[in-house]
């Protein structure tokens, strides 16, 4: 008898057949990276400082600028690399830009608000559609990955939304 190709092994041997069924179709790097610049962004933004200045620092724009430009700086250039990689529909670039340029150049208040508002909305507006109207296979079929892949994708999608939104209040409630 001829042996079972080997997704077919995988898949009854480790359970774990999507995530190797068709790997080219996700790249495992920038799959890894999702919830990799997830941990590392809430520990960014979320750490606690040490010493009697971090009393006084607290709520000054300043000390939540700082790792904010530098984390939406990256999410810009992973947006590029993803509309490089062909897909159309990225549009992180131009608001994780803006967030990027608010707060390294610590703008006003109600100018960064916006800025953060904008990236939620670059989350939220497909929600529906990630959530509701897709189920994973189907979110997998029309992303061209693997169900791994849409898995991950939502986590991804619900911490950055969380994050995202922690970022804005966190900047409403700063001292200009």
């Known amino acids: 008898t001829p042996s079972p190709p080997s997704s077919t092994i995988i898949h ?12 080219s179709k996700a790249n495992p790097f920038l799959m890894a990276l999702m919830p990799l610049s997830q941990v590392i962004s ?3 933004l979320t ?56 707060t390294y150049f610590e703008m006003p208040k109600v100018v960064t608000a916006s800025a953060a508002t904008l990236v939620l909305a670059n989350f939220l507006v497909p929600v529906k559609t990630i959530f509701v109207d897709w189920d994973i296979a189907t979110l997998a079929r029309k992303m061209n990955k693997t169900t791994t892949w849409a898995y991950v994708f939502r986590g991804y999608f619900v911490s950055s939304i969380s994050l995202w939104s922690m970022v804005l209040y966190k900047i409403v409630q700063t001292e200009e």
């Not at 009854?12 to 790997?23: D, R, T």
């Open 12 to 23: 009854h041997s480790l359970f774990i057949y999507p995530a190797f069924a068709s790997m």
């Open 47 to 102: 750490k606690p400082k040490d010493g009697a200045a971090a009393a006084a620092d607290n709520n000054k724009a300043s000390s939540l600028y700082d790792p904010v430009w530098k984390l939406a700086a990256f999410y810009a250039g992973w947006a590029i690399v993803n509309r490089m990689n062909g897909n159309k529909r990225e549009l992180g670039h131009i608001s994780m830009g803006i967030m990027a340029l608010t």
């Open 42 to 44: 809430w520990y960014l």
